[in-house]
């Protein structure tokens, strides 16, 4: 195993008997590819389609831990996914028969039939449950919650097994313990995170290693509004979902080595906080359902999936895809079921950018009912339609001409077309406008449209100048955008020509605008187009100014100029976005701010707000304020009671309990530029 996080996605039977309706088919087992209905695809370490046996998923997800174990290293598996979607059945709750054992049941088998192999092991059990944030020993009969002291849990029954059929009794007798409940969408549902731990002790002559492996069954993840739970299981619903949103912030944190790992967040992270870590091995498989009506749930529980682990882009994975859509060409053309068209990404989306095949949704505009989208197909007036999926076609552009491929390039210049190609598709509509006059003997034929080509030559456009943009620009590309919304990326194409990437005032007040090029309205610019003898025409014509927005000083953000003010609208000219020329502020903008102000207004803000802080703040508050701790917190507070609010930041050095020159050590780490004076 080469990675220390393995993600496996386990798609169960349909539970539609007559209806066929199903959201979800495997492009490829090898390499592993997911297709979801709404033109998604995801890749995975591993994914097992309906007819996977438990046995091959336990060899592929499990079997591979075992040595792992033996080795010394605490193991974790999970299963994730919705209620209903097959978590209990892939661990096993229950002793069953050969082809339906679950992890637990398997693990149990291999350890003790192979006693040969693992004579010197001693194996110990730990059965219980995580419910309503609070632990409950499964093995005993105490009702009662267990303490946690910090992460270990006080008075849990550690009981010594050594053969199968006693760990399969505790196995049986502990899930028979378990907290389980009826939803609408299970009839057992289980209601806590189970946690069966086997801790295995094995000795040889030179040593005595330990180790743990937890096959971890988590509560369905659910929507409130689907389960239909009320009262007190809606709170079980929301100490549910707090867990596993944990469960995956911390994966995800261990796969990006981030610093700060949020263990404490939750009772589940905190007591497995010994087998998180990026020493061990973590397994998730995260179960679907294939139906229609569940095709929310699928994606965010592959989203969650995809959140904890970035999965590497490979080139076998982008073949499967395209074979997948030559084998599959009206999967990708049909238009989008209603039910499928309100489908958003979850809170948890993030680094998508990771692959083409997994763009993240926007809002999925929907095509008239029965509408195909024809390639190559020339269009009249009454046939403008929206254009198909932008990600849809990403995908496809990216990879069809083999020309470009957006994976090479860096998230932020991903991310960069991205938002380029989207603006472009939205003024698509009106861009297709001279092409849609009906053919009539006076009008010549208006010449053969295609919504590909278009889209692939503007693409191609754009991307050509990005990848420009990247040679030059090669060590900007190093940070990757992690939760990057428009706005990130409107501050990452903050910056002009000059290395520095300082932003400078145009000299010049900026020349002013022809009226004529003004629109006042969508319907104004929509005309002056029909007007326009032709498209090349209008792609040559003057590119409008870019605007550099100056707000208060801060770091200045570049905007293409709107309509009102250029008269043309920027997102036709995406060629010009990285245009070399000096940017030039918007009439709008006060022509007289310079830097200068505007960092004096920024820091008056800046002192008003610690101000605001400390004469209102609550010790809490205070501490997070630089070399703040908890003691000067409460002198401050004790100050503020004795002699009222504070009327600059000066007075605080009246304090008498600051020591030695802790009063500007405040100031200097607050970045507070004031004179003793
Ligand atoms: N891969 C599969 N093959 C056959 N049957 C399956 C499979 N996955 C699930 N099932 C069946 O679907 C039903 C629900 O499965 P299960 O109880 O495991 O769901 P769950 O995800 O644990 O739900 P909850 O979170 O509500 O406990 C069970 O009857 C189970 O036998």
Redesign the pocket.
């Known amino acids: 195993m080469e990675d220390s996080v393995n993600v496996g996605i ?1 798609v ?2 349909s539970s539609n008997v007559f209806d066929q309706s199903i959201a979800v088919s495997v492009v490829s087992d090898n390499p592993p590819v997911l297709h979801v209905i709404n033109k998604q695809l995801y890749s995975f370490d591993h994914i097992f389609g309906e007819d996977a046996s438990q046995e091959k998923v336990y060899n592929i997800m499990v079997k591979p831990l075992v040595q792992k174990v033996l080795q010394g290293y605490n193991c974790t598996i999970f299963a994730y ?1 919705q ?7 892939t661990i096993g709750s229950h002793p069953k028969g050969d082809a339906e054992a679950g992890f637990i049941a398997r693990l149990c088998d291999e350890l003790f039939s192979n006693r040969e192999e693992y004579r010197d092991m001693a194996i110990s059990i730990n059965y219980y449950e995580i419910y309503n944030e609070k632990v409950f020993d499964l093995l005993s009969d105490k009702k009662e919650p267990l303490l946690v002291k910090g992460f270990k849990v006080d008075g849990l029954e550690t009981i010594h097994v050594h053969n199968q059929s006693e760990a399969a009794q505790l196995l049986a007798m502990g899930s028979l313990n378990r907290h389980t409940g009826e ?1 609408k969408q ?1 009839r ?3 209601r806590s995170h189970a946690i069966f731990t086997l801790t295995c002790v094995v000795k040889n002559e030179i040593c005595e290693t330990e180790a743990k492996l937890n096959l971890v ?1 988590l ?2 993840s659910e929507s409130v509004r689907k389960t239909g739970t009320e009262g007190s299981q809606f709170q079980e619903g929301i100490n549910i979902n707090k867990g596993l949103f944990y469960v995956g912030r911390v994966i995800n944190a261990l796969t990006t080595n981030m610093v700060h790992v949020p263990y404490r967040q939750s009772m589940i992270t905190t007591i497995l906080q010994d087998s998180l870590s990026k020493r061990n091995f973590i397994t998730l498989v995260a ?1 679907v359902s294939p139906d229609l009506q569940d095709v929310h749930e699928t994606i965010q529980t592959l989203e969650f999936a995809q959140g904890t682990k970035k999965v590497k882009n490979k080139p076998e994975v982008n073949n499967a895809i395209l074979e997948y859509k030559k084998n599959n060409p009206t999967l990708f053309e049909r238009p989008i079921p209603t039910s499928a068209a309100k489908v958003r990404s979850t809170p948890l989306k993030r680094q998508n950018h990771s692959m083409d095949c997994a763009i993240t949704p926007g809002i999925v505009k929907k095509p008239k009912p029965n509408h195909t989208w024809t390639p190559c197909s020339a269009i009249t007036e009454c046939e403008i339609q929206t254009p198909p999926s932008l990600s849809a076609m990403s995908v496809a552009s990216t990879l069809r001409d083999g020309r470009f491929v957006l994976s090479s390039l860096s998230p932020i210049v991903q991310k960069c077309t991205e938002v380029v190609e989207n603006k472009i598709m939205e003024k698509f509509q009106l861009l297709m406008k001279p092409y849609t006059y009906r053919s009539t003997p006076e009008k010549p034929k208006t010449p053969q449209f295609s919504w590909q080509r278009l889209h692939s030559e503007v693409t191609q456009i754009v991307r050509n100048e990005f990848v420009q943009l990247t040679s030059q620009r090669s060590h900007t590309s190093s940070s990757p955008i992690e939760t990057s919304g428009d706005s990130n990326v409107a501050k990452r194409l903050d910056f002009d020509d000059d290395s520095s990437f300082v932003f400078k005032l145009p000299e010049k007040p900026p020349p002013k605008l022809p009226r004529k090029k003004a629109h006042k309205n969508e319907t104004e610019l929509d005309q002056s187009i029909q007007k326009a003898p032709r498209r090349s025409m209008r792609l040559s014509m003057k590119m409008p100014p870019l605007t550099f927005v100056v707000q208060s000083g801060k770091r200045k953000s570049l905007r293409l100029m709107d309509k009102n003010q250029a008269g043309v609208s920027p997102e036709r000219h995406p060629q010009r976005i990285i245009s070399k020329r000096p940017p030039i502020p918007t009439p709008r903008t006060k022509p007289s701010t310079s830097n200068t102000i505007s960092l004096e207004d920024a820091k008056i803000a800046h002192c008003n707000n610690i101000l605001n802080i400390l004469n209102n703040g609550n010790e809490k508050e205070l501490q997070k304020l630089p070399s703040v701790g908890l003691k000067t917190a409460k002198q401050i507070y004790l100050y503020r009671q004795l002699h009222g609010p504070l009327n600059n930041i000066k007075d605080l050095s009246k304090m008498q309990s600051w020591m030695g020159n802790q009063y500007q050590r405040f100031l200097r780490s607050n970045l507070l530029n004031i004179s003793e004076d």
């Open positions: 386990r169960r039977p996914g209620t209903g979607s097959g978590k209990t059945y939803t299970n057992y549902s289980s069954d509560a369905g179960c």
